[in-house]
T-cell receptor, first 116, second 114 residues
Framework: SAVISQKPSRDICQRGTSLTIQCQVDSQVTMMFWYRQQPGQSLTLIATANQGSEATYESGFVIDKFPISRPNLTFSTLTVSNMSPEDSSIYLC?????????????FGPGTRLLVL | QKEVEQDPGPLSVPEGAIVSLNCTYSNSAFQYFMWYRQYSRKGPELLMYTYSSGNKEDGRFTAQVDKSSKYISLFIRDSQPSDSATYLCAIFTYSGAGSYQLTFGKGTKLSVIP
């Protein structure tokens, strides 16, 4: 398993500003993921952030809007840029433990973002 | 048609009831069938998963998969107030060369009333 923490846990932001969300894992992991969970919607994968390579974005998500950093095997950041009210959502970090099977992802507690 | 359909509820049951949560899916390539539980203001936690048709039990929880009808279920026996949470079905597909996809349903919000 893996213990994941995220900062901030919640924030209220003004439109046009940017917010950087941090994800810290208690063990080294190669594969990390960023998800968005909008009210009434499915968990949606934003991007896969593997250490040592550029992040891979899913359809509908672009690097200019959601830049990601992955400086080491225990840490990643997701920035939500030039925010609008439509970006209000829960943002979740997820990892695949190195000693686990590929289908067992673990999730952080999420960052609740409200954009006014 | 969305790849994974799940009734969002909400579902409210009395303590001790048997709960049935269901999802349907459209992609026959899906390989692993998972259930996540998400408490309020927490991230999803993996409850159980299976990859074959049939039943898999873990304590009060039973996951059931019917690949012929593309239907998955989670049953909770002797439901407790602590089971009150949102339950997300998710389906995992591995397409080779390190590429895979985890597709979630919208989640069903369950309340178990004491």
């Amino acid at each position: 398993s893996a213990v994941i923490s995220q900062k901030p846990s919640r924030d209220i932001c003004q439109r046009g500003t940017s917010l950087t969300i941090q994800c810290q894992v208690d063990s080294q992991v190669t594969m990390m993921f960023w998800y968005r969970q909008q009210p009434g919607q499915s968990l949606t994968l934003i991007a896969t952030a593997n250490q040592g390579s550029e992040a891979t974005y899913e359809s509908g998500f672009v690097i200019d809007k959601f830049p990601i950093s992955r400086p080491n095997l225990t840490f990643s950041t997701l920035t939500v840029s030039n925010m609008s009210p439509e970006d209000s959502s829960i943002y979740l970090c997820s990892v695949l433990p190195e000693d686990g099977s590929q289908e067992t992802q673990y999730f952080g507690p999420g960052t609740r973002l409200l954009v006014l | 048609q969305k790849e994974v359909e799940q009734d969002p509820g909400p579902l409210s049951v009395p303590e001790g009831a048997i709960v049935s949560l269901n999802c349907t899916y459209s992609n026959s390539a899906f390989q692993y069938f998972m259930w996540y539980r998400q408490y309020s203001r927490k991230g999803p936690e993996l409850l159980m998963y299976t990859y074959s048709s049939g039943n898999k039990e873990d304590g009060r929880f039973t996951a059931q998969v019917d690949k012929s009808s593309k239907y998955i279920s989670l049953f909770i026996r002797d439901s407790q107030p602590s089971d009150s949470a949102t339950y997300l079905c998710a389906i995992f597909t591995y397409s080779g060369a390190g590429s895979y996809q985890l597709t979630f349903g919208k989640g069903t919000k369950l309340s178990v009333i004491p």
